[in-house]
C-alpha cells in the first residue's frame, strides 16, 4: 500500500509521461524526497536551493492545501492521493515604483523631469506613491494641493467634517463655492481639477484606535495634519506599529513645527514628547487663532519632505525638529535622538496595539462646564426684567470684545479677573460669558472660589447669543 | 512545440487585454496537446492580485476548478494568457521566476490601451530562462 502521487500536465516530462507516481513514507515531507530521489529533474521545478516548496507550488493532501495542515509535517496514510498543484503567477516587468507616464504626463511634470535629482524614475516613482493625509483643513490644503500637482498617483485623505466659513482664511484647497459641503468632496474636485491623474481616496470618518491600523496599512507614507493631541499619538503609534513613516506637522498662531518620524531610522513623536500636555494648556487654533499663511509654509515643508521620501532625494528631517517663527521671520532646528526607553519605538516597548489617546490625552478627565449654566434666551429675559440687578462678564480678550460684544456686559478678560475681583459687587446676581464657553467656565470656577454664589454662565458663549439672541451681530 | 490558435479567439484575447487595461489581464488557454497545442477556448480568470496592477496571480483553487470543468469536455489546460500593459510582450524576470515547463505562456503588449504585438514563450529545462514558442494562427473560415 502506498501513497499516489497525482503530477500535473507540464511535470509529466519528468516523470517518463506517468501521471501518477506511487510512493510510500509516513509524512508528506517524505513522500516529497522519494519523488525527488526517484525523479530529480522534479526538484528545481519544485524546490528552492535551501529545500522549501517554492511559492507557486501547492500540495493538497486528498481535498485540502497541506498548508492548513501541518505542512510537510502532516502524516500520510496509504491510500492517501498527493497533489501537485500550480498557481501561477507572473506580470509585466513594472512593479510597484515603475509606473509609466504617458506623453501628456511627461509635458505636465517637464519642470520635473528637467531635474535629475527627479526625472522620469522620480516621477514615476510619485505616479506609483500612495500617500495618505490625515486631515484636510489648514496643513492638509496646501499639503494635498502641491501632493496633487507633484504628481502623486494616489492621496488618501481622512476626514469628516463640512467646509465653514470660518476655514476658508487658510484652507486654500477649499472654497466659497463649497461652503457646508463634506470637506472631502470639496478637497476631492479641487485636487482633480488641479491633477485629473490623480487618484483621491476618501475615508469619511474619524480616525480612531478602532479603524486606524486598516486604513494606514495602505499607504506607503502618512502626513499628519491634524490639530489635536489624541489623533497625532494615534497616527504616531499606528505608523510605529505599521513601520511607516509619519510626516508631522503642527501649527499655532504664528508659530508652526515640522519632522519627520520614522521608526526604522529614527526618533518617532512619543520619543520627543512622551506624555501630552495637561487637557486645555495648550489651545486650539479654534480658541487661540493662527495666522492663514502659517499652515501654508508648514504644511508645504510636509509636502517636500513627503516627495523627498518618495524619490529619495536630499537629507530629510528624520531625527530634526525644524521650528517656524512667523513674526520674527526664523528657522531654528533642534536635533531629535531616538530614546531608548520610549513605549513604542524603543528598546522594550510597552505598547504593543493601539490605546485609548482620548483618555491618555486626559479628555473627558477635564473639569469643564461643571457650573450652572443660562441658556441665551433666558439671559436676554432676565436682562429685561431685573434690568440694572444682573451683571454680566464678559471674559473674553480686547481684541475679541472689539468685534462684537453684548450691550450692558463688562469686560474682564479671564487672566485679569483674580487682581479685579475687589471692584465687583458681593451680593450681585453674576453672568459670566466669553466665546463659546469654556473660558467662562473657567471664570465660574474662579468667582465660586472666591465666595460668590450667584454665578451662572452663558451657556455657548457671545457666539450662541448672536446665533439665537441678537441676529446681525458679527460672529467669528 | 507549436501553439495553433485561431485569428478569432486572438481577437478575444485583444479586447479582454484591452478592457482590463491598465492593469493587467489574465487567463488559461485550453484545448487538446499532441504534436502541437491546439487552443479552443480561452478561459478568463479573476486575478487574485489587487495590489498591484502589473502582477497577476491564478489561485490554486480556481485553476483546480478549471482543470475538473475542462476534464468534463476532455479538453486541458495548455498554458496561460496575460497582458503586459505599456511593455514589451516578453517576459519578465518575474514571469520567469514563476514559470511552468511545458506551460505556453502567451503575452499581449496593450500600449496606451491599444492591444500591439503577442508573443508565446515557453520555460526552459534550467528554469534560466524562456524561449519564444512558433505561433500558428489561423483563419476560420
Not at chain 1, 507633484?150 to 484652507?171: M, P
Not at chain 1, 463649497?178 to 491623474?197: C, I, Q
Not at chain 1, 480616525?207 to 493631541?229: K, M, P, R
Not at chain 1, 479671564?414 to 459687587?425: H, K, M, S
Request: aromatic share 6%.
Amino acid at each position: 500500500m502506498s501513497v499516489t502521487v497525482s503530477i500535473p500536465t507540464p511535470l509529466r516530462s519528468f516523470t517518463g509521461g506517468q501521471d501518477t507516481v506511487e510512493l510510500s513514507g509516513n509524512t508528506v515531507g517524505q513522500v516529497l524526497d522519494g519523488l525527488l530521489t526517484a525523479h530529480a529533474e522534479l526538484r528545481r521545478h519544485l524546490v528552492q536551493d535551501d529545500g522549501r516548496l517554492r511559492n507557486f507550488v501547492n500540495l493538497y493532501l486528498n481535498e485540502t492545501d497541506i498548508r492548513h495542515l501541518s505542512s510537510t509535517a502532516t502524516p500520510v496514510h496509504p491510500g492517501d492521493v498527493l497533489t501537485i498543484v500550480p498557481s501561477i503567477a507572473g506580470g509585466a516587468p513594472s512593479t510597484t515604483t515603475e509606473a509609466s507616464l504617458s506623453h501628456a504626463e511627461i509635458l505636465r511634470y517637464s519642470r520635473h523631469l528637467l531635474l535629475p535629482e527627479v526625472g522620469i524614475a522620480g516621477q514615476r516613482k510619485l505616479k506609483a506613491a500612495r500617500v495618505l493625509t490625515v486631515g484636510a483643513g489648514g496643513l492638509g490644503s496646501p499639503l494635498s494641493l502641491y501632493l496633487a500637482a507633484a504628481g502623486v498617483g494616489t492621496i488618501g485623505i481622512v476626514d469628516f467634517d463640512v467646509v465653514d466659513l470660518t476655514n476658508l482664511q487658510r484652507q486654500i484647497v477649499h472654497g466659497t463655492s463649497t461652503l457646508g459641503r463634506p470637506k472631502l468632496e470639496s478637497a476631492e474636485a479641487r485636487l482633480t481639477d488641479v491633477n485629473p491623474n490623480v487618484r483621491i481616496e476618501k475615508h469619511e470618518t474619524r480616525l480612531t484606535s478602532q479603524n486606524a491600523l486598516e486604513i494606514l496599512a495602505d499607504y506607503d507614507i502618512v502626513v499628519d495634519g491634524t490639530d489635536n493631541f489624541p489623533t497625532r499619538y494615534l497616527v504616531n503609534d499606528a505608523c510605529v506599529l505599521l513601520g511607516k513613516p509619519n510626516v508631522y506637522g503642527s501649527i499655532f498662531r504664528f508659530e508652526g513645527q515640522a519632522s519627520l518620524f520614522y521608526a526604522k531610522e529614527g526618533p518617532c513623536y512619543r520619543c520627543l514628547y512622551s506624555e501630552p500636555p495637561p487637557p486645555g494648556l495648550v489651545p486650539s487654533c479654534a480658541e487661540g487663532g493662527v495666522l492663514g499663511v502659517l499652515p501654508g509654509i508648514i504644511g508645504s515643508i510636509q509636502a517636500l519632505e513627503t516627495i523627498k521620501w518618495i524619490i529619495g532625494a536630499g537629507d530629510s528631517l528624520i531625527g530634526r525638529l525644524l521650528l517656524f517663527d512667523a513674526l520674527k521671520l526664523r528657522f531654528r532646528e533642534l536635533r531629535l535622538r531616538k530614546d531608548p526607553s520610549c513605549p513604542i519605538c524603543g528598546e522594550s516597548p510597552t505598547i504593543r496595539e493601539l490605546i485609548d489617546y482620548e483618555a491618555f490625552c486626559g479628555i473627558g478627565a477635564e473639569p469643564t462646564y461643571a457650573g450652572p449654566e443660562i441658556t441665551a434666551e433666558e439671559l436676554r429675559r432676565e436682562m429685561q426684567e431685573k434690568d440694572s440687578e444682573l451683571v454680566l462678564i464678559d471674559v473674553r480678550e480686547p481684541h475679541e470684545w472689539d468685534i462684537a460684544h453684548i450691550e450692558g456686559a463688562r469686560l474682564i478678560p479671564l487672566g485679569q479677573l483674580p487682581e479685579r475681583l475687589a471692584d465687583l459687587d458681593g451680593h450681585a446676581e453674576i453672568v459670566t460669558h466669553c466665546h463659546h464657553g469654556a473660558r467662562s467656565m473657567k471664570a465660574l470656577q474662579l468667582l465660586k472660589g472666591a465666595g460668590f454664589s450667584r454665578v451662572r454662565s452663558l451657556a455657548g458663549g457671545i457666539d450662541a447669543w448672536a446665533d439665537r439672541v441678537e441676529i446681525g451681530m458679527a460672529r467669528y | 512545440m507549436t501553439l495553433r490558435l485561431s485569428g478569432g479567439l486572438l481577437e478575444e484575447l485583444r479586447r479582454e487585454a484591452e478592457q482590463a487595461y491598465p492593469a493587467e489581464c489574465c487567463g488559461v488557454l485550453a484545448g487538446r496537446g499532441s504534436v502541437t497545442k491546439d487552443v479552443t477556448r480561452l478561459v478568463p480568470v479573476t486575478n487574485r492580485r489587487t495590489d498591484d496592477p502589473h502582477r497577476y496571480l491564478i489561485s490554486p483553487d480556481d485553476l483546480r476548478r478549471i482543470t475538473d470543468d475542462l476534464h468534463q469536455e476532455e479538453l486541458e489546460i495548455l498554458g496561460f494568457y496575460h497582458s503586459h500593459p505599456d511593455h514589451p510582450a516578453a517576459p519578465s524576470a518575474y514571469d520567469i521566476e514563476h514559470a511552468w515547463p511545458w506551460y505556453s505562456y502567451l503575452i499581449v503588449r496593450v500600449s496606451g490601451g491599444r492591444a500591439a504585438e503577442l508573443a508565446s514563450w515557453q520555460l526552459n529545462d534550467d528554469r534560466a530562462a524562456m524561449r519564444p514558442e512558433p505561433l500558428d494562427v489561423f483563419s476560420e473560415v
